[in-house]
């Protein structure tokens, strides 16, 4: 792929749902670059954003993601759409605590009863109260881990494993062996009699208050780098033919002759281009504003190298 294609593609970005680990973001960006029209697909899993380049119908990368077993939507507005996001965080970090608290508070008590006031074993005795636990494990494991399942179905039916994969076989086996000794005890050895219900809960549990930790932390990360992009400056003073026009800084791509643009301070967000050393010269801490002609003919700006300060005022 040449400069000039490079240059050309666009880029196509998605919010991403249910990819939760690496083996998720292969199959997305598998699933993306199969789309014809694209280049190039990358997939964020921190704040679960994939971007696509080149050209091709959103809607269909849409459905490309969801033909392997996650979820997508076009992002059109970024800042929205990281509002929207942290809305959600927070209303997913809440709902994760409670979850937590439930499986655990089920695991915890089961564990301590085990240890300390009475048997893990199925006996005659104990056989009907193992039971009626089999089935409130069940309906805990569907209420707080319910995700889990559906995210390893989902994956099952693409011929696809993740670790949700793995947390629905290990919880779900476990379960599975419980009930088994607690209704057929008889069928089994004496020593095989053990029933493992609190080890379902448990692992539930911990695997939800990781994800609430790991939602916590990134919404922290997340706030202190938006702080950080909060000082760019969001637009741009070009004087076009004698006349000023405020523009967004994504829209200052080309420099031409006929265009002035106004530098509000000496403090860039990147390499000035040589191509332009009317701006380096003129730019200084005495004098802070200032118009200068572009000598190129023609130069394009790339994003790493703006002709815009960092100053968050408003343009003078």
Sequence with gaps: MNEKTDLNDGQIQLAVTGAN???CVNTIESALKSVDGITGAHMNLADRTATATGHADPQALIRAVESSGYGASQIEDPDAADDRKQEEDRKQYKTLLVKMAVSLGLGLGLMIWGMGFG????????????????????GVMAVTGGHFFSGAWKAFRHHNANMDTLIALGT??????SMTVASIPDALPEMARHVYFEASAMIIGLINLGQALELRAKGKTSEAVRRLLDLRAKTA?????GEEQDLPVEQVRLVIVSAFVRVRNSRWTGRLPKAIPALTRA????????????????????????MVPLSTGPPA
Excluded: F, H
């Design 21 to 23: 680990c690496a083996s």
């Design 283 to 306: 730019c200084s801490p005495a004098s802070p504003c200032l118009s200068a002609k572009a000598k190129a003919t023609k130069y394009p700006l790339a994003p790493s190298t703006p």
């Design 172 to 177: 779900g086996t476990a379960w599975v062996y």
């Design 237 to 241: 003073r070009v004087i076009r033919d």
């Design 119 to 138: 048997t893990m074993m199925v006996t005659s005795e104990n056989q009907p109260i193992w039971l009626t636990l089999g089935v409130v494990t069940l």
